[in-house]
């Protein structure tokens, strides 16, 4: 099992593809065990990458101490030193694109063209979903309560007139298949600490490598007024939408196409 350890912690990670280096920093929950992922997807056809549980999930440690944003940042730098990488591409989504932001603010120079997807500033900029306040949900109730924001077309009127599909989606954001695994509520309560206290709007202006900041047009977790702030933000930043909520990269196939491009322009 590949182990790398950083900063006092085992992080597990993955690497397959060829190209030049791709770190790929997951979202809230993130565990590379849930299938599919994104070695599943085109940016390990197009990069040498390499993705990683963060820390409290997945197979990585889970240290019961209250961890921040720069923690996570400090967390991807050394592991991309751990494999030999000097710097490398970044592709942040969601909870990663604020570990992304600090990473690229912390260590700049470990950054080539960054993308940012589905995520938000903080502080004056505004922040995502705040995942913290309905941490009590679990199971189905916290699974209806998310869709109609997840994607904000997935309304009491969609759900009414497409059963099926709102069945099958219920289900599927039900089910974690590792709860009760020891260290994983736990884990999970700590990302979500650091996760409320992310901020970078200030030093945005300080993000010196291109910039992509992407996003779905019917997401209620990354509002795209947020994205257009947080673009606005850093300078020279491209800012795209697609068709999509929070899954946009899914649901709109082109979305990763044109990060792909972006990437290796």
Not at 34 to 59: E, T
Not at 117 to 140: D, M, Q, V, Y
Not at 192 to 199: G, K
Request: proline share 5%; glycine share 12%; aromatic share 8%.
């Amino acid at each position: 099992m590949p182990i790398a350890a950083v900063n006092g912690l085992n992080l597990y990670f993955e690497r397959a593809g060829e190209g030049a280096p791709l770190l790929f920093i997951s979202g809230t929950g993130g565990d590379l065990r849930v299938k599919p992922n994104q070695f599943d997807g085109p940016f390990a056809k197009a990069f040498d990458m390499i993705s990683y549980d963060q820390r409290g999930l997945g197979r990585s440690d889970k240290p019961d101490v209250r961890y921040s944003m720069a923690d996570y940042a400090d967390d991807a730098a050394a592991l991309m030193t751990s494999q030999g990488w000097d710097s490398a591409h970044v592709v942040g989504v969601s909870f990663g694109g604020m570990v992304a932001q600090e990473l690229a603010l912390r260590h700049p120079g470990r950054v080539r063209r960054l993308v940012l997807a589905c995520t938000s500033p903080g502080g004056a900029g505004g922040a995502s979903f705040a995942f913290h306040e309905i941490e009590h949900l679990k199971g189905e109730a916290r699974a209806k309560h998310l869709t109609p924001i997840s994607d904000t077309r997935r309304d009491a009127a969609w759900a009414q007139a497409n059963p099926d599909a709102y069945a099958a989606i219920i289900a599927m954001s039900s089910t974690d298949p590792f709860e009760g695994e020891p260290g994983r509520a736990e884990g999970a309560h700590r990302q979500l600490e650091a996760r409320a206290d992310h901020d970078t709007w200030d030093r945005l202006d300080q993000i010196g490598v291109p910039t992509l900041v992407a996003g779905g047009r019917y997401d209620g977790i990354a509002l795209p007024a947020t994205l257009e702030k947080l673009a606005g933000r850093i300078p020279g930043a491209e800012l795209r939408f697609y068709e999509g909520g929070h899954l946009f990269m899914i649901q709109d196939r082109s979305a990763v196409r044109e990060m792909i491009a972006f990437l290796q322009a």
